[in-house]
């Protein structure tokens, strides 16, 4: 008998669940500030936020230039315009720099969660390399077993 004492399935079903529980556990721990921030992080880092600044500005410049009447950020300082373009920035800048860091923590946590799914499959597959190695003596044993009675039959035959 080998001296690896190979786990049972069930042993290495409640590990790999308990693994994965973890993972979903770490984003269930989020705080409601965690996740605006990260749902921050998502929308401001996509196209749809993009095109609505994009357009937001050329409005406010467009009314801005061409406009008869009603300038209210006269043109060419856009003073107004600069100021509440710098307010959004200082804003979503820490914003941001949290969220990802948020999402670096989980996927830090998603890579140790892996790596412990991959050395737990590789425990799999030493125990199944074991239980074959445990098959492949007894059949061993039992092919000289009937090779052996096998020959003595033939030897009382002559």
Known sequence: MPQNIPLKLEELKRRRDAYIKTLKTDSKNASKLDKLALWITIHVGSMQFFVIIFLWTILWLGWNIFSPTLRFDPFPAFVFWLFISN???????????IGQNLQSHHADVRAETDLKINQLAELENETILIHLENQNEIMLQILKH???NT???VSKES
Do not use: A, D, T, V
């Open 151 to 153: 020959n003595s039959q």
């Open 146 to 148: 009937i090779e052996s």
């Open 87 to 97: 307010m959004i920035q200082l804003f979503l800048m820490p914003l941001i720099m």
